[in-house]
């Protein structure tokens, strides 16, 4: 085993920076913490809370600090591409927010330069980590439900929390932005041997085209996969805003030829009502009277620590680092298979007709 300390950058000091930065701040092995944001204000409060040593509006700044060693990059979306490529170039590993990018072409150009420079990139499909998934994925591995031949998976969330990504990046749409985990999962439950070559979608417009975004309230797809597997998947964030998610609610199905397995992970069996109100992590001017305790996405702070899929990603990954040992991150090509599927449904709720993969 390898044991060596760390130098971390966090690029982006969002919800989810600021989350990866706090977390980093914990970990043994981090010996250098370094925060960039484009707003200087919000890169200094957040290296104030969790104690960074330098920070900086200037992304490539702070990747090149000769102390760093492996990059977050926690920027919006759209954003992606110039921070990793940086630091792919500087040899420096990153692990970036999914989905990889929201284009193919951004996509491909990080892929080229990782190509180039022999680096190594992982993309943060936290819901990899979440423990009910990773039970799944241990029963595939023994082969309990034998072939797979089918599953859906679907999930809801409000409009509070889509109205907050849709403002962010208007292009993050919930078919882009979420229910790429959901594609994420079956592929990997899949284990990568076969992969989507047709999809059918539909889509139905309403709360959020009203607003001025072109994001589809409700969106379901057929995905039939390469070894015959036929997927179904679905979702909708634009239920109403004071519905007591705090995050995703999902639950999925798998069908093999000797067995099946149901996760049910709409959290509503842990429920809170507060005359006081419950804050909504994502959106923290949003507050609601009854909360399903455990939905939010990325996990919750408790007892001083945080708990939860991003926490358990981000600590394997930084163990990885440091110890040589492999994880269940999702590579960069399955990420852009991820991508690539999630703009095929697009594509076919828009055309009405099906839509072959690859492009």
Same mark, same amino acid.
């Given at each position: 085993?390898? /044991?060596?300390?760390?130098?971390?950058?966090?690029?982006?000091?969002?919800?989810?920076?600021?989350?990866?930065?706090?977390?980093?701040?914990?970990?043994?092995?981090?010996?250098?913490?370094?925060?960039?944001?484009?707003?200087?204000?919000?890169?200094?409060?957040?290296?104030?809370?969790?104690?960074?040593? %330098?920070?900086?509006?200037?992304?490539?700044? !702070?990747?090149?600090?000769? @102390?760093?060693?492996?990059?977050?990059? $926690?920027?919006?979306?759209?954003?992606?591409?110039?921070?990793?490529?940086?630091?792919?170039?500087?040899?420096?590993?990153?692990?970036? @927010?999914?989905?990889?990018?929201?284009?193919?072409? *951004?996509?491909? *150009?990080?892929?080229?330069?990782?190509?180039?420079?022999?680096?190594?990139?992982?993309?943060?499909?936290?819901?990899?980590?979440?423990?009910?998934?990773?039970?799944?994925?241990?029963?595939?591995?023994?082969?309990?439900?034998?072939?797979?031949?089918?599953?859906?998976?679907? !999930?809801?969330?409000?409009?509070?929390?889509?109205? $907050?990504?849709?403002?962010?990046?208007? /292009?993050?749409?919930?078919?882009? *932005?979420?229910?790429?985990?959901?594609? #994420?999962?079956?592929?990997?439950?899949?284990?990568?041997?076969?992969?989507?070559?047709?999809?059918?979608?539909?889509?139905?417009?309403?709360? %959020?085209?009203?607003?001025?975004? $072109?994001?589809? #309230?409700?969106?379901?797809?057929?995905? +039939? %996969?390469?070894?015959?597997? !036929?997927?179904?998947?679905?979702?909708?964030?634009?239920?109403?805003?004071?519905?007591?998610?705090?995050?995703?609610?999902?639950?999925? @199905?798998?069908?093999?030829? @000797?067995?099946?397995?149901?996760? #049910?992970?709409?959290?509503?069996?842990?429920?809170?009502?507060?005359?006081?109100?419950?804050?909504?992590?994502?959106?923290?001017?949003?507050?609601?009277?009854?909360? %399903?305790?455990?939905?939010?996405?990325?996990?919750?702070?408790?007892?001083?620590?945080?708990?939860?899929?991003?926490?358990?990603?981000?600590? $394997?990954?930084?163990?990885?680092?440091?110890?040589?040992?492999?994880?269940? /991150? +999702?590579?960069?090509?399955?990420?852009?298979?991820?991508?690539?599927?999630?703009?095929?449904?697009?594509?076919?709720?828009?055309?009405?007709?099906?839509?072959?993969?690859?492009?």
């Amino acid at each position: 085993m390898q /044991h060596k300390q760390l130098g971390i950058a966090v690029i982006g000091a969002g919800r989810i920076g600021t989350l990866r930065a706090r977390l980093a701040a914990k970990h043994p092995s981090v010996q250098f913490l370094a925060i960039a944001d484009q707003d200087i204000s919000k890169a200094k409060a957040l290296a104030e809370t969790c104690g960074a040593d %330098f920070y900086s509006a200037d992304n490539d700044e !702070v990747i090149a600090r000769p @102390e760093v060693t492996a990059v977050f990059v $926690s920027t919006p979306e759209g954003e992606h591409a110039a921070p990793i490529k940086k630091a792919l170039e500087l040899g420096k590993p990153v692990l970036v @927010e999914k989905p990889l990018a929201l284009t193919l072409e *951004d996509a491909d *150009d990080i892929l080229a330069t990782l190509q180039a420079t022999g680096g190594k990139l992982n993309v943060g499909y936290s819901r990899r980590f979440k423990e009910c998934y990773l039970r799944a994925k241990e029963q595939i591995i023994h082969e309990r439900l034998g072939k797979i031949i089918g599953g859906t998976a679907r !999930v809801y969330n409000s409009r509070a929390q889509a109205f $907050s990504i849709l403002k962010r990046d208007p /292009h993050a749409t919930p078919v882009l *932005d979420v229910l790429t985990y959901y594609v #994420d999962l079956m592929c990997w439950f899949l284990d990568g041997t076969s992969k989507p070559v047709e999809v059918v979608a539909r889509g139905q417009s309403g709360v %959020f085209k009203a607003a001025g975004y $072109s994001a589809d #309230d409700v969106t379901w797809a057929i995905i +039939t %996969f390469s070894d015959g597997a !036929v997927i179904n998947l679905g979702i909708s964030y634009a239920l109403p805003a004071r519905y007591p998610t705090l995050g995703q609610s999902d639950r999925l @199905e798998l069908l093999g030829l @000797e067995g099946t397995m149901i996760i #049910d992970d709409d959290h509503m069996d842990h429920i809170l009502f507060s005359d006081r109100g419950i804050p909504h992590a994502y959106v923290p001017d949003h507050a609601v009277n009854m909360a %399903f305790i455990g939905s939010n996405t990325a996990g919750d702070w408790a007892c001083g620590d945080f708990w939860g899929s991003l926490g358990n990603e981000t600590r $394997s990954w930084l163990d990885s680092l440091v110890t040589g040992s492999p994880t269940v /991150h +999702t590579t960069p090509l399955q990420a852009r298979m991820n991508l690539e599927t999630t703009i095929a449904i697009e594509r076919a709720v828009a055309s009405g007709q099906s839509v072959r993969l690859p492009f």
